[in-house]
Nanobody, 126 residues
Framework: QVHLVESGGGLVQAGGSLRLSCAAS????????MGWFRQAPGKEREFVAA????????RYADSVKGRFTISRDNTNHTVYLQMNSLKPEDTAVYYC???????????????????WGQGTQVTVSS
């Protein structure tokens, strides 16, 4: 079992930055992939970014490429999402997710992840 806790959300003006954190506890050695997803009001959950924990390989949604960066801290079992040049359309609840099984590529479908955090709200004002 892996327990995930997100933090770092908040209200920011367009063009600003935020850094989200996701602290993992429990069977942290069983994480193969860590990802970030988001869900805006009235919309479906969508993939944002993910990484292969062991090798550091990353994958991003086209909508955030060049603005968001996913990274990890192995010592503290934490994954980060640095979000720069934020836009109002980035407003959503952001969720951290973990997959405990290997896969040939980084999954971008939420159904392929086994554990989820409670979410943190990000609001970008125009």
């Amino acid at each position: 079992q892996v327990h995930l806790v997100e933090s770092g959300g908040g209200l920011v003006q367009a063009g600003g930055s935020l850094r989200l954190s996701c602290a993992a506890s429990g069977h942290t050695f069983s994480r193969y992939f860590m990802g970030w997803f988001r869900q805006a009001p009235g919309k479906e959950r969508e993939f944002v970014a993910a990484m292969r924990w062991g090798g550091g390989e990353t994958r991003y949604a086209d909508s955030v490429k060049g603005r968001f960066t996913i990274s990890r801290d192995n010592t503290n079992h934490t994954v980060y999402l640095q979000m720069n040049s934020l836009k109002p359309e980035d407003t959503a609840v952001y969720y951290c997710a973990a997959r405990s099984r290997n896969w040939f590529q980084i999954p971008i479908n939420g159904a392929q992840y086994d554990y989820w955090g409670q979410g943190t709200q990000v609001t970008v004002s125009s």
